[in-house]
């Protein structure tokens, strides 16, 4: 069985737009998911060359 999975957004806080879309297999620690979490959101910021402050992810719900 395929362990579950989680989709995050990532979100200009500034425009409210979703700018990424990234997905989480929920085998790992909670720790581990922020770690990676934080990760993303740097290469977000970097790749739309807005201040990392500005980004923030959210857990999608279904039916979004």
Not at 5 to 15: A, C, G, L, V
Not at 31 to 60: P, R, S
Request: with cysteine; net charge negative; glycine share 4%.
């Amino acid at each position: 069985m395929k362990p579950a999975e989680k989709q995050y957004k990532f979100i200009n806080s500034e425009t409210g737009y979703v700018i990424h879309y990234h997905t989480l297999n929920c085998d790992r620690s909670e720790d581990k998911v922020k770690e990676e979490l934080d990760n993303v959101k740097a290469q977000v910021a970097i790749k739309n060359n807005i201040f990392v402050g500005t980004v923030y992810w959210e857990v999608m719900k279904d039916g979004e």
